[in-house]
């Protein structure tokens, strides 16, 4: 069955970083486009970035614009997000997502099959 299991999650003071890794298993990673999404409490979950099945693309939500990259590794079958001048307002629980639609990058949840169980970022400031 597929898995995804996010790591890298923790505790951190505003403006430092953080590396949030997602450990794809049980699908065949180059194929799928892979996303980040948080939901902090209270909220709804929402889009944070998204790559291409080759790397070649990405997207961000304006709030992260500048200050989050998202990459991947196809040979060990794992995404990241990197997380620099990070505020208290990226507190929030970081779901590592899978789609089988590769013809764009989907910035909506209900595009993305495929969810791992999520890893709590929380940033004091």
């Known amino acids: 069955q597929v898995q995804l299991v996010e790591s890298g999650g923790g505790l951190a003071q505003a403006g430092n970083s953080l590396r949030l890794s997602c450990a794809a298993s049980g699908l065949t990673f180059s194929t799928y486009n892979m996303g980040w999404f948080r939901q902090a409490p209270g909220k709804e979950r929402e889009f944070v970035a998204a790559i291409s099945w080759s790397g070649g693309r990405t997207d961000y939500a304006d709030s992260v614009k500048g200050r989050f990259t998202i990459s991947r590794d196809n040979a060990k079958n794992t995404q990241y997000l990197q997380m620099n001048s990070l505020k208290p307002e990226d507190t929030a629980v970081y779901y590592c997502?899978?789609?089988?639609?590769?013809?764009?990058?989907?910035?909506?949840?209900?595009?993305?099959?495929?969810w791992g169980q999520g890893t709590q970022v929380t940033v004091s400031s």
């Open positions: 997502a899978a789609t089988a639609f590769a013809m764009a990058l989907s910035t909506s949840a209900t595009r993305y099959q495929y």
